[in-house]
């Protein structure tokens, strides 16, 4: 097997009997890039081949073939362009980042280097992770490596499509309203959104803080445990850092089926607006899981149909807020003619960001402002109470909710950018468990007539990551939707 065509527990076998060197993998990953890249548009910077080749070379002079290596070693990880790199540039999609490189690297970020993985390169996004087709990137759209006139989706549009045309073994994504999942989704991969806390944010550039979460990218579920084992922990450096035991989240994979489970099915995301092709995918994925042992029940979120509308405020008071650091004297960029400092500050922010983080910044300081903040922001974070008072609920008595990742099937680059609504639909499915803080793992379940992937979610209890993995990898290996790869031709 071509080495890029390795999932990461492959490539990690293969790497540790020595029957592939560091310097071959490097070698191997690069020229799949020099080959794709141009179409897919996945990364923003890519790392320093020769630099990397040293590195690779350096790590095989060390290394017995016969010694065993940590999980990471010599596997090559990109990493989304909001997380921080020390010694490559980080832009968040955005202008007004211009020239930015960190002195320091986020927590995920130095756990994986710490297993002396290879860091690629940084994929694109939309600008500051606020969008859901990463059409929004300062830097240009990424395209769907499964039809290259079609979104990769968004925010994580980039890694999501890095991983599906093997341009990568796997990569950092964020979720903010499901910006990992929703982008595996259309891309075909597994996406994984930890509980809110499992993962430290610390050195992940801020959207919404109290929703933000770093997750991996894989090409099937086996890889996004062994990444989580090594992103999981707390973080004293995060304060929102959950002190919490971290199991081996490989170990949910001894039982290969889902019996003792109940599984239910939220009739709120089976409603009016879901394509049929996804109703059925999804449904068919549901008899799949109840042939593996599963138990379904139909349960009910009363509060599902107001979650758009109370992520869309919480989410851009926290962005007003954490934007407004992005003024032009610290770093990053800096507007070049302005007769003084205000209009400094003015200038920069107009020219420095897009159009939706403008859009966003508005909305979240109207809501935030005197007379509104109560009528707006404060009655939406009594809602979120209320989305998350569900799922409590509901998970008294289930143990596991499936539903599905977008109402419809990747759409065409430019088909909802003049329609920002429309676009905020994209996440109809995935803005709940965001707001509840609860983990969520988006797979592959079905191909559309078009040929498009289609995505299950898998949602479950806080910090009981090792239970959806399991019912994830169940259904996983009873199918084969995960083998399924892209052909990717120019115009397709």
Known sequence: MSLVKCTLKELQDRFTRGDVSAVEIVRAYFLRIGVVESKVKAYITLNDKEAMLSQAQALDDALSAWRRTEPMMAMPIAIKDNICTEGLPTTCGSRILGGFSPPYSATAVDALRAQQCFLIGKTNLDEFGMGSSTEYSAFGPSRNPWKLSCVPGGSSGGSAAAVAADECVAALGTDTGGSIRQPAACCGVVGLKPTYGRV??????????????????????????????????????????????????????????????????????????????????????????????????????????????????????????????????????????????????????????????????????????????????????????????????????????????????????????????????????????????????SLPCGLSRKGLPIGMQILGRPFEEDVVLRAARAYELATDWHKKRPLIRQGR
């Open 200 to 441: 430290s944010r610390y050195g992940l550039i801020a959207f919404a803080s109290s929703l933000d979460q770093i997750g991996p990218i894989t090409k099937d579920v086996m890889d996004a445990a062994l990444m989580l084992n090594v992103l999981a922990g707390h973080d004293p450096r995060d304060s929102t850092s959950a002190d919490k035991p971290v199991p081996d989240f490989t170990r949910a994979f001894k039982k290969k089926d889902v019996k003792k489970l109940t599984i239910g099915v939220p009739l709120e995301f089976f409603a009016e607006g879901l394509d049929p092709e996804v109703n059925d995918a999804v449904g068919e994925a549901l008899a799949v899981l109840e042939e593996l042992g599963g138990t379904i029940h139909e349960v009910s979120l009363p509060h599902t149909g107001v979650a758009v509308a109370t992520y869309y405020i919480v989410a851009t008071a926290e962005a007003s807020s954490n934007l407004a650091r992005y003024d032009g004297v610290k770093y990053g960029f800096r507007a070049k003619e302005s007769p003084d400092l205000l209009e400094m500050y003015r200038i920069t922010r107009q020219e420095g960001f897009g159009p939706e983080v403008k859009r966003r910044i508005m909305l979240g300081t109207y809501a935030l402002s005197s007379g509104y903040y109560d009528a707006y922001y404060a009655k939406a974070q009594a809602v979120r109470t209320l989305i998350r008072q569900d799922f409590d609920r509901v998970f008294q008595d289930v143990d596991l909710l499936v539903t599905p990742v977008m109402p419809t099937p990747a759409f065409q680059l430019g088909e909802k950018i003049e329609d920002p609504l429309q676009m905020y639909l994209s996440d109809l499915y995935t803005i709940s468990a965001s707001l509840a803080g609860i983990p969520a793992i």
